[in-house]
């Protein structure tokens, strides 16, 4: 009765930019950490970066310095800017909100480890 929907994949040149977003759908009453994962063919997903509800963000080695993680609470959303894109940085990257707390008829209930259905990142040489 949540879901995550993850926008703003494509493709994009060595060097460029792109933003993607991700929206909590349902009656939401908050949201904890939420982060972004990617998984590139043949490989393990893997943490990109993550965000507490405080705002508190830690980052992948690989990516330090180039992407930046930012979540607006009123809006249920997260947002990861990937600048100076690599073509390692190509896969699927998915959402995730390791616990919402929304209502289910009149009751509140949690949801946990609740993931998107992941966005393509390609980025060419």
């Known amino acids: 009765q949540v879901q995550l929907v993850e926008s703003g994949g494509g493709l994009v040149q060595a060097g460029g930019s792109l933003n993607l977003s991700c929206a909590a759908s349902?009656?939401?009453?908050?949201?904890?950490?939420m982060g972004w994962y990617r998984q590139a063919p043949g490989k393990q997903r893997e943490l990109v970066a993550g965000?507490?509800?405080?705002?508190?963000?830690n980052y992948a080695d690989s990516v330090k310095g180039r992407f930046t993680i930012s979540r607006d609470n009123a809006k249920n959303t997260v947002y990861l800017q990937m600048n100076s894109l690599k073509p390692e940085d190509t896969a699927v990257y998915y959402c995730?909100?390791?616990?919402?707390?929304?209502?289910?008829?009149?009751?509140?209930?949690?949801?946990?480890?609740?993931w998107g259905q992941g966005t393509q990142v390609t980025v060419s040489s």
């Open positions: 965000i507490t509800r405080g705002g508190d963000a």
């Open positions: 995730n909100a390791d616990r919402i707390l929304y209502y289910s008829g009149i009751d509140r209930t949690w949801g946990n480890d609740c």
């Open positions: 349902g009656r939401i009453v908050s949201i904890s950490d």
